[in-house]
């Protein structure tokens, strides 16, 4: 059984009782995980803004001008 976290109402659904797609997320293999669905995805979003932030950090060549992409 799957379980799926409603954005809508704040509440834990089931595959039996699950709302239209874009209301829910999930699925999540307990229903503790779909509780938590919020606070995973901000963190998962906090994490990969701070890797693209490294990412863009890292790959930033001192000079390059984006404008002279025409050769």
Do not use: C
């Not at 950090?57 to 404008?67: H, K, T």
């Amino acid at each position: 059984m799957s379980f799926w976290y409603n954005v809508r109402t704040g509440q834990v659904e089931t595959d039996a009782n699950r709302s239209i797609g874009e209301r829910v997320m999930g699925p999540y293999d307990t229903e503790e995980e779909a509780r938590h669905a919020l606070e995973t995805a901000r963190a998962r979003t906090e994490k990969w803004d701070e890797e693209d932030r490294e990412w863009e950090q890292r790959n930033a060549a001192p000079g390059w001008d984006d404008e002279r992409l025409d050769d």
